[in-house]
């Protein structure tokens, strides 16, 4: 059982370009999220999906959109990258509220 | 603004000795997570704890969570070097929020 996959692993990105970190889960699971961990702050939620087809804003949602267009999908865009959007970024699943959360291994991502 | 608070932000403790983690926050959570997150991995779970005042013990690592359900700690009984690790508290209010982690080394 593969659970989240994300991708890629890690990327050198130039500030001011398009990226989208990748993320797919095999467990039918219906609600998706996206952290970032920086040191010192712990896991920041970036954006959620409680199902396929609905999105919200999380903790620190500027300057990143996702889509959920089916529910093993949940990409995470950054329109235009900068230096402050470096960090770890992780996907995670859950069954709903209260339920474990399984994450992804991680994509790590730098921005010059 | 991180909703839970952790202290301390690193523990380095010698093996065999006693630690307890604290996660604080001023807002309730239905339910309290802790989770574990090895370098290069992402993090995975511990426990949950649902009821205030609940405890939970999971081999030498005894969790509790708050009367109020707005906090919770960790309790790790003689600590072994393969407890080094990031452990991170997690609340779920409609989403499932982190707190700061805190950074555990065993020296053996």
């Known amino acids: 059982i593969a659970g989240i996959t994300q991708a890629p692993t890690s990327q050198i990105l130039a500030a001011g370009r398009r990226m989208t970190l990748r993320c797919t889960q095999d467990?039918?699971?219906?609600?998706m999220y996206w952290y970032r961990q920086d040191l010192g702050l712990g896991l920041r939620l970036i954006h959620y999906?409680?199902?396929?087809?609905?999105?919200g804003k999380g903790e620190v949602p500027d300057g990143y959109s996702v889509s959920r267009a089916n529910t093993d999908d949940f990409p995470l865009t950054l329109a235009s990258a900068v230096p402050s959007q470096t960090s770890v970024y992780f996907c995670?699943?859950?069954?709903?509220?209260?339920?474990?959360?399984?994450f992804g291994q991680g994509t790590r991502l730098t921005v010059v | 603004t991180q909703l839970l608070e952790q202290s301390p932000q690193f523990l380095s403790i010698q093996e065999g000795e006693n630690l307890t983690v604290y996660c604080n926050s001023s807002?309730?959570?239905?339910?309290l997570q802790w989770y574990r997150q090895e370098p290069g991995e992402g993090p995975v779970l511990l426990v949950t704890?649902?009821?205030?005042?609940e405890v939970k013990k999971l081999k030498r690592l005894t969790f509790q969570f708050g009367d109020a359900r707005k906090d919770s700690s960790l309790h790790i009984t003689a600590a072994q070097p393969g407890d080094t690790g990031l452990y991170l508290c997690?609340?779920?209010?409609?989403?499932?929020?982190f707190g700061t982690g805190t950074r555990l080394t065993v020296i053996p």
């Open positions: 995670a699943s859950s069954d709903g509220q209260g339920a474990e959360a399984f």
């Open positions: 467990m039918r699971h219906n609600a």
């Open positions: 999906s409680n199902t396929a087809g609905t999105t």
């Open positions: 807002s309730v959570f239905s339910s």
């Open positions: 704890v649902v009821t205030g005042g």
């Open positions: 997690a609340g779920w209010a409609n989403n499932l929020f």
